[in-house]
């Protein structure tokens, strides 16, 4: 199951994530969800750092780092 983080919506929209990136993102969540599901870490850590290199403030996704650190 993949939860991503969710950002707080603003009228502004410069302060609106760019669809790009996000889209990005869920596919990035979704290759590291398979991954933890079949216990391959490496590739789940890999995925999940794809993550935070576009969403930096993703808590979720550095304490699925770390989880699948924990775990290999």
Do not use: K
């Amino acid at each position: 199951e993949v939860a991503p983080t969710l950002l707080p919506m603003s009228d502004d929209t410069a302060d609106r994530p760019d669809p790009r990136v996000m889209s990005a993102v869920l596919v990035a969540y979704s290759s590291a969800a398979r991954h933890d599901a079949t216990r391959a870490f490496a590739p789940a850590i890999a995925a999940y750092r794809r993550v935070v290199a576009a969403s930096p403030g993703d808590a979720n996704a550095w304490y699925r780092i770390g989880l699948a650190g924990a775990r290999r």
